[in-house]
């Protein structure tokens, strides 16, 4: 069965440092989502991409973050420079023509030290 | 976003139905009610949707009231695996709609 692969698994890195996560969508997939959970807390929507460019955004994705899809098949979430609040499980999804279900990746844990 | 209101837990015993009920009583006429869930240090997984029948696949049962002002979830024979945070979702079908997550029901299986 298709899925969503995210990778690292698991990035530490240090605060100020600029991340990069990413995510390879199901291949005829079209809308493409990056979702957040602070450890303990509810699965928060960040930002939600189509047609190479932002559908919408939440507040929490500011100017720190950014999203690309640099070729046909990857879509990251870079974070300009981390703060130890952006200690996350991030989660991409992505929809595909029927619209109804989102598939999400098994997540990048983010550790800012 | 309209929003839904779940119990914070639930027990069950492996090998018996689970029903894990959600209110939703500001669900708009656009609304599908999606269920996903969410197993320890997994990602969401979607587990159901339905907008206003009653909805059947290999996963659960779906029941709708039929005012749409709440659902039920049914696991017809819970296993150890059906552990996880259950979420219970309303989602307007625009091509690019969000899930809004709640903190959803936390399900134990009993062996």
């Known amino acids: 069965e298709p899925e969503v692969t995210q990778t690292p698994s698991h990035q530490v890195t240090q605060m100020g440092q600029e991340v990069i996560l990413r995510c390879v969508p199901i291949?005829?997939?079209?809308?493409f989502y990056w979702y957040r959970q602070i450890l303990g807390q509810k699965v928060e929507f960040l930002v939600s991409?189509?047609?190479?460019?932002?559908?919408?955004k939440s507040e929490i994705f500011d100017d720190q973050f950014s999203v690309e899809r640099p070729d046909g098949s990857n879509f990251t979430l870079k974070i300009r420079s981390t703060k130890l609040e952006d200690s996350a499980m991030y989660f991409c999804?992505?929809?595909?023509?029927?619209?109804?279900?989102?598939?999400f990746g098994a997540g990048t844990r983010l550790s800012v030290l | 976003d309209a929003k839904t209101t779940q119990p914070n837990s639930m027990e069950s015993n492996e090998e018996e139905p689970v029903h894990l009920p959600c209110n939703h009583s500001?669900?708009?006429?656009?609304?599908?009610i999606h269920w996903y869930r969410q197993l320890p240090s997994q990602g969401p997984e979607y587990v159901i949707h339905?907008?206003?029948s009653n909805v059947n696949n290999r996963m659960a049962s779906l029941a709708i009231a039929e005012d749409r002002k709440s659902s039920t979830l049914i696991l017809h024979r819970a296993t150890l695996r059906d552990a996880a945070v259950y979420y219970c979702?309303?989602?307007?079908?625009?091509?690019?709609?969000?899930?809004?997550f709640g903190k959803g029901i936390t399900l134990s299986v009993r062996p």
């Open positions: 991409f189509y047609n190479n460019e932002i559908s919408e």
């Open positions: 339905g907008l206003t």
């Open positions: 500001t669900i708009s006429g656009t609304d599908y």
């Open positions: 979702i309303l989602r307007d079908h625009g091509a690019n709609s969000k899930l809004t």
């Open positions: 999804a992505s929809i595909g023509l029927a619209k109804n279900i989102q598939y």
């Open positions: 291949s005829n997939h079209l809308y």
